[in-house]
């Protein structure tokens, strides 16, 4: 049986949309009175595993789940040995540096060597300043980065951006963009290795379905 | 102006109550409809900061709060260089090796070598498992860690556990209980020293309204 890591929040309706063009119906798992974590389809072929962002590329890296979804942002992040097998399409933000909007930075390089910069990203982070070659000390936060700044433990954050709201709404503007980043359909490369058609079936339905997509646009 | 951090979800309403009996009054941060995560209290003398869980240690290490409310299991995780002053007493929980109840196992001693062990609480598990000189290979899962053995990415968990409730949902049993966990004050040691005695203050009464909790029970 099949198994797919899905990643539950803004990614989860787009990602059993996709898989709904490739015969997998986990639809099931977008009624907000599921509470089950592992979901089978309605043809009963596959399941998916709902679980968080960050948790994807492990139980993919692991061969828990032979495929997976989630963003680009995280791959990089985690770097896990996944194979990134199609690049979605929705999903869309942005890898940024942001500080405050009163700071008078205009990019990152304006930022004084050794300013703080609180993130959830810190691996992002880490490798973008140091190829500005710029030291800084990182703050390691796990939610509402955008205090970071506000509270005065960070002169700048490193956030994914999206609408640009929860910036604004909260006086911080984006100096500096680090990467784009898109939703990713990855697979186990082992899995991959020994797979007998089925697996690169479904990777080629919703290749040609995000083709699809992509060309309407 | 004090700046204390507070933790959302479980530790939250009991963290309110403590500061009020210290006379300040946090409440608003427990209004369903409020969504500032910075709040004064209504003495305006002192303001919450209403962050995650693990980041409460982080915003008092780096003094942007004086003090802070969070549970033990997350300084032994992060251990960060705050003051811990007062265990509240409530928040109880303990964090523990759990295995499918089918496994046949009693003990953590009795996991084969090189098991696979699934927490969000690596540094804690790594401690444990060095302690009783098991070699067994972690896996870092960010939620849902009772997935872990369903799906099979890891033979047994370390994770908290209060009621006991996710696990039976789950078939999982503890097998051994690592620590005890319950609220802690912490307080950001360099503002202890050069408190005044308004911070002092606002310690005492909290410790002795902690104690009058403890006869009472």
Redesign the interface.
């Known amino acids: 049986m099949i ?1 797919v890591a899905l990643a539950k929040g803004a990614l989860l309706k787009d990602s059993v949309a996709r898989f709904a063009s490739a015969g997998l119906d986990f639809s099931q798992v977008l009624d907000p009175s599921n509470r089950h ?2 979901v089978p389809s309605k043809c009963r072929r596959a399941r998916a ?7 994807v590329p ?2 993919v890296a ?1 061969g ?2 032979q495929l997976g979804v989630v963003g680009f942002d995280v791959l990089k992040e985690h770097q896990m040995p996944v194979a990134s097998l199609v690049d979605l399409g929705f999903g869309n933000c942005h890898m940024a540096v942001a500080v405050k909007a009163t700071s008078g930075y205009k990019n990152a390089t304006d930022l004084p060597p050794h300013s ?1 910069v609180a993130s959830k990203f810190t691996n992002c982070a880490r490798e973008f300043f140091d190829e500005l070659d710029l030291p800084v000390e990182l ?6 980065v955008e ?1 970071g700044p ?4 960070a002169e700048a954050i490193v956030d994914l951006v999206a609408t640009g709201r929860t910036l604004k709404d909260n006086g911080l503007v984006s100096i500096d963009e680090i990467f784009h980043s898109t939703a990713r359909l990855i697979g186990n490369p082992l899995s991959l290795r020994l797979d007998s058609g089925e697996i690169q079936q479904i990777i080629d339905e919703i290749r040609n379905q995000t083709d699809l997509h992509r060309t309407i646009k």
């Open positions: 198994t974590l592992m595993l709902l679980v968080r962002n960050g948790d492990v139980y692991y828990q789940a703080r703050v390691h936060l796990t939610g509402s205090l506000l509270t005065g433990v």
